[in-house]
């Protein structure tokens, strides 16, 4: 990720007020920056690690950031990504990408930070020894060490112990690596590579197991050490589970929405590694400045700093901090340290600390900085302009000395007036060569189970640096503070009000090719194929006259098509065109074709061959990232009988643009548009994922729907969810059966057909073993089960080691029509292109009527 200036590395202050949207910029009240200056005066560091969003103990970090004030961070081993989506269609990478922002926006509500390793959420896995080996267990174990000797933790906890009681492989092998790398970050011969990026081997005094009471499973006990999080803060005006319900609650991807709790609540923890604490979680750690060589006179200063603080005019406080800013700039008395551990350990204090004080100052004189753009999007070769803006809103002795952004560099010199505004607007070029903004997790191909990031100082981080960073200069009493801001795109939306988003780099050409599946060989009823296209569009983002354009679609180092052409370029324009493949299905199947469009822009030919993908929604940023479009072309003979779908809405899938790349006629039904008129039109009904879930009214219609299948109808219900957070309680099918939490996790796993004879695996396509090669993630989740005698079930699978389960697919017939409920992943593998569920789906669709 290209940076006009490098990013200082500041410390994260646990703040305590923040706005609710992600990118607003914090202000911070009286409270808060008291809750701040007590915090300078400790000295404790808490590592908590597990293996996914939402894993995460809230109510725990939320205690020991803002309690405590210990300084807190959550390392989540992975990104969320192969999980389910409550409020979108997103999957995989990009389903990671909406769970890292969500758990960013956990941690700003609960005080802690984050960080991640390269760890690639595979799907649900049923052993730690599989999760160790998807992910590289000595690639993710070096880069727990790495986070545990950037962060220097005194204690490490964990979510998860390392066996079955886990509940999931992942889980148990984050507790595997946490202890694993307990002792390898202390290890002066491990991962040594390391070193020469400034950190050192770090022992952290204990790592703890928190323990857990989850459903059916109670890990706790009385003779353990144990901690009431429960408590009140006046200061906050809120008690520490109410803050974590508000933290757990971000996880909207996940339906995680939790009421806020009030009263005692105690977590309990069993020691795994190091001595057991007996009082205290940081029981033997000095957290306070007594730790530090020479620091109890640092000690004495933040305590007379808080004595003579003042909740109506924080400004008066400047002066003080200051003396203590320019002391601990210095490095306090540190020359007099006993040892180079020690000297260290002093010096990382003393620059952590002095962040703290520098923000603490800037929060005191209320002084609001920002540097933003009108443009959301920066292109390369173009330029943007930047509005900076600066307002003293309190009569404190700061004044504006410059501002620097990329070559920009002004001396301003200006005794900032209180509470008026001051701004200057510069235009900037963006040049060239910069690089398009890209999560740099993502920059490189992704490995089988991990992420490739070859720059050891990115690993770990949450999310990338801005792209661009506005430094203003301002001076205290002959004292310099750089003060560095992102530029951000700030817009007023006439509802939401002001609203701010990352700005993002992008290239003058965007390329997009779709759909992303083409079905070549459908069969309807009248045995006529269909006629597929590719349709490629390239989206100029500048304005240029007579730009030679080349177009190539591509089947591997094969040149489809080609085409030479040129085109006035008007900055927002996209131009289209279509290739049909009718000539060239005999040589397509299973291949992925991309296109490359060549632009004379600024003066050279350039290959622009990326589609830039947006995501947004209303609690996150919006999320902006690059990827190859590509279109799977399948050659598999695929018969459809019938015509008209109509899709039921669940939690969000790309089920229907599959159903509709069929051949299909899909209408979406809302809850008025289910009656018994409007139903009879339709050759199958589909109910979404997770609709038992997600759609309260649907069992309203419960008897509507039956009546459906009486006259002739076909209802096809894929997976809805049983856990703590989301159970089906309503009827579904016309004869009772269990939705459970079966599921069958590996998508090799052999599936045996034991009811050869049963239409759905013959009509009107022949299924066979070989339609179950090539699927991705998973076979099937939350499996029927305790089916009712007249439910068939003509598939059994199982994982490796376990027992054959039969509640992938039941049917039933039902008066005229049939039911059908479905664990089997549809969601995932028909947006994969997977010929065989295309053909397992067009049967289900087809299922003939009963005499």
Not at 741 to 752: F, G, L, M, S, W
Request: glycine content about 8%.
């Amino acid at each position: 990720m290209k940076q006009l200036l490098p990013l200082l590395i500041l410390s994260v202050i646990s703040c305590y007020s923040f706005p609710a949207h992600a990118q607003t910029p914090p202000a911070y009240n009286s409270a808060d920056i008291y809750l701040q200056l007590k915090k300078l005066n400790v000295l404790g560091r808490v590592l908590y690690i597990a293996a996914h969003p939402d894993d995460e103990n809230t109510r725990l970090l939320a205690y020991l950031a803002k309690e405590k004030q210990y300084r807190t961070g959550y390392l989540s081993l992975t990104r969320g990504d192969g999980g389910q989506n409550l409020i979108g269609d997103e999957q995989g990478i990009e389903l990671g990408l909406i769970r890292t922002q969500e758990l960013l926006a956990a941690r700003r509500t609960d005080g802690a930070e984050q960080f991640f390793s390269r760890a690639y959420d595979f799907g649900f896995s049923k052993s730690s020894q599989e999760a160790m080996e998807i992910w590289g267990h000595d690639k993710i174990l070096s880069d727990v060490v790495w986070v545990i000797r950037n962060f220097k933790p005194d204690v490490i906890i964990t979510r998860f112990p390392g066996d079955e009681r886990a509940g999931h492989g992942h889980h148990a092998a984050s507790a595997i690596l946490a202890n694993e790398a307990f002792k390898a970050a202390a290890d002066a011969t491990m991962f040594t590579e390391q070193f020469k990026y400034g950190v050192q081997p770090w022992q952290a005094r204990r790592i703890l197991w928190n323990t857990f009471n989850f459903g059916t499973t109670n890990t706790t006990a009385e003779d353990q050490f144990k901690l009431d999080v429960g408590t009140y803060s006046s200061l906050l005006g809120k008690s520490f589970g109410e803050i974590a319900s508000e933290s757990r609650s971000q996880h909207k991807s996940q339906g995680f929405g939790v009421p806020r709790q009030r009263g005692q609540a105690f977590e309990y923890f069993l020691t795994t590694g190091g001595d057991a604490p007996k009082t205290d979680l940081l029981d033997g750690v000095n957290v306070s400045w007594n730790a530090v060589q020479f620091g109890e006179g640092i000690e004495r200063m933040v305590n007379n700093i808080i004595a003579g603080y003042s909740f109506d005019h924080p400004e008066k406080s400047i002066d003080s901090l200051l003396v203590l800013y320019n002391l601990l700039q210095r490095g306090g008395n540190s020359n007099g340290a006993k040892s180079q551990a020690e000297h260290q350990e002093s010096m990382y204090w003393y620059k952590r600390k002095a962040e703290d004080v520098k923000q603490i100052m800037l929060a005191c004189s209320g002084l609001f900085a920002e540097a933003t753009t009108k443009n959301e999007y920066a292109i390369l070769g173009d330029s943007i302009k930047v509005d900076f803006s600066v307002n003293k809103r309190s009569a404190s002795g700061i004044n504006l000395v410059g501002i620097r952004l990329n070559k920009f560099d002004t001396t301003l010199n200006n005794a900032l007036p209180v509470n008026q505004n001051i701004s200057l607007t510069k235009a900037f070029f963006v040049p060239v060569n910069d690089t398009a903004t890209q999560p740099y997790w993502l920059v490189n191909p992704m490995q089988k189970g991990s992420f490739t990031v070859n720059d050891q100082t990115l690993i770990g981080k949450a999310e990338n640096d801005g792209n661009y960073i506005a430094t203003f200069i301002f001076d205290i009493k002959g004292t310099r503070l750089f003060v560095d801001k992102k530029v951000q795109y700030k817009y007023t939306d006439p509802i939401k009000g002001e609203l701010y988003e990352p700005l993002v780099i992008i290239p003058p050409v965007i390329v997009a090719v779709n759909p992303p599946v083409v079905l070549t060989n459908i069969k309807n009823e009248s045995k006529v194929g269909t006629s597929p296209v590719i349709n490629i569009q390239y989206k100029a983002t500048i304005t240029a006259p007579a730009v030679p354009v080349t177009i190539n679609v591509n089947k591997g180092a094969d040149i489809l098509f080609n085409k030479d052409t040129t085109v006035n370029f008007t900055a927002g324009s996209a131009y289209n065109f279509k290739m049909p493949l009718d000539a060239k299905t005999g040589r397509l199947n299973g291949d992925n074709i991309n296109v490359d469009v060549f632009a004379g822009v600024n003066g050279k030919k350039t290959l622009y061959k990326d589609y830039l993908r947006t995501i947004q929604y209303d609690h996150i940023p919006h999320i902006h990232y690059f990827y190859r479009d590509n279109v799977k072309a399948i050659n598999e003979e695929i018969k459809i009988v019938g015509k008209n779908i109509g899709y039921i809405v669940g939690a969000g899938d790309k089920v229907p643009q599959a159903l509709q790349q069929m051949g299909y006629n899909v209408t979406f039904l809302a809850e008025s548009a289910i009656t018994d008129e409007n139903l009879k039109r339709f050759d199958a009904v589909i109910a979404g994922v997770r609709v038992y879930n997600t759609q309260p009214w649907i069992n309203s219609k419960y008897d509507v729907l039956m009546r459906y299948i009486q006259n002739g109808g076909n209802y096809i219900v894929q997976y809805n969810t049983a856990n703590f957070i989301s159970s089906v309680a309503d009827k579904i099918g016309p004869y009772p059966f269990t939705v459970s939490r079966t599921r069958v996790t590996d998508e090799n796993a052999e599936v045996t057909i034991t009811q050869p004879g049963s239409s759905v695996l013959n009509y009107p396509n022949k299924i066979t073993p070989a339609d179950f090669k090539d699927w991705i993630q998973e076979r099937s989740i939350y499996q029927a089960e305790k089916q009712d005698a007249h439910y068939e079930a003509p598939l059994t699978m199982h994982d490796a080691n376990e027992t054959t389960t039969n509640g992938s697919l039941i049917i039933t017939k039902y008066g005229k029509g049939n039911f059908a409920y479905t664990g089997l992943v549809f969601f995932r593998e028909l947006p994969a292109g997977v010929a065989g569920a295309y053909r397992l789906m067009a049967n289900l669709i087809a299922l003939p009527q009963n005499n």
